[in-house]
């Protein structure tokens, strides 16, 4: 919790009062900093000036700022979105405030991704991207990860050939699989709740060893145990539901990786196809053009 991190940087040493306060915190957690100053400094026996200096201390600008940030760092945590709109809603408390908080958890989301990636892992699924392939690159994502899924199966369509996206419509799925073999690679996208079909795509994939890639939310998520390469994104929204901010990040830098290792492929790529969206006239044109 950001909270501790504070405690564990703050150079100063705690009093007598301050560390009565962290130990009720912690001994009380979540509870034990959602409620008020007032409720908080009885339980420890001190003055609700007390606790609400403490927190200045640290660098929040307000007590209640301590609290928000408490609350989206556990409703993060929750499983469901009806489990997490709870707190997330109580957060809310103007249309500004809903705005700064979603755009700084995705800052904080993206800046907490980006350091914790395995630079092995992310080179290693960008070599098998690259590297000709005699077999197909299938792309899954269910439910919200479906969305990901199909923005990276656009864009990784036009850096290598045989890529194919997994419907979204799960009774089509084993159909879809006939033709997988053990020289084909499966990029899994999935986070919590995780989708059992995901899982079950991946085990098939391992079982005819074939290779499994996945970007997921924890290193404990099922599919990452299926894998051999993963990318863990971060989630931490302001609202009920899971924000994928980072994984659309992820996917643009796996496809940048991938159009630079496969620049001439990839230009000569893009030529062609400007003639057949020319030739089915896809886009409007601006006049003159």
């Known amino acids: ?56 201390k640290l660098g929040y600008g307000s007590f209640a700022e301590a609290q928000r940030e408490a609350r989206l760092e556990i409703s993060s945590k929750l499983a469901s979105p009806s489990q997490r709109a709870n707190l997330t809603i109580k957060n809310a408390h103007s249309l500004d405030s809903v705005l700064d908080n979603a755009f700084t958890l995705d800052k904080e989301n993206l800046n907490a991704t ?50 194919h996206l997994l419907g979204a419509d799960d009774t089509l799925l084993a159909d879809n699989l006939l033709w997988v073999s053990s020289h ?14 995901i899982t079950q795509t991946a085990q098939h994939f391992q079982q005819l060893g074939a290779s499994v890639m996945c970007i997921t939310d924890s290193p404990l998520a099922p599919i990452a145990g299926l894998s051999d390469h993963r990318i863990l994104f971060q989630t931490a929204s302001a609202s009920p539901f899971d924000s994928y901010t980072a994984a659309f990040s992820l996917c643009n830098a796996l496809v940048s990786a991938v159009a630079w290792r496969r620049k001439k492929e990839t230009e000569a790529l893009l030529k062609r196809g400007e003639k057949l969206w020319n030739h089915f006239d896809v886009f409007i044109e601006k006049k003159g053009d």
Not at 19 to 44: E, F, H, M, R, W
């Open 1 to 56: 919790m950001k909270f501790f991190d504070r405690i564990a940087k703050n150079p100063r040493k705690l009093t007598q009062n301050e560390t009565a306060l962290v130990n009720y915190i912690i001994s009380c957690y979540p509870q034990g900093i959602l409620d008020s100053a007032t409720s908080i400094a009885k339980s420890v026996d001190i003055s609700p000036s007390t606790v609400v200096r403490f927190f200045s």
């Open 114 to 163: 980006r350091e914790a990636i395995n630079i092995h892992d992310f080179q290693a699924i960008v070599d098998i991207l690259s590297k000709p392939i005699v077999g197909r690159v299938y792309i899954v994502g269910s439910k919200n990860s479906y969305a990901v899924a199909h923005y990276l199966h656009t864009h990784l369509n036009m850096c290598i050939p045989n890529v």
């Open 184 to 197: 084909d690679i499966l990029l899994a996208i999935t986070i919590r709740r995780y989708s059992k079909v």
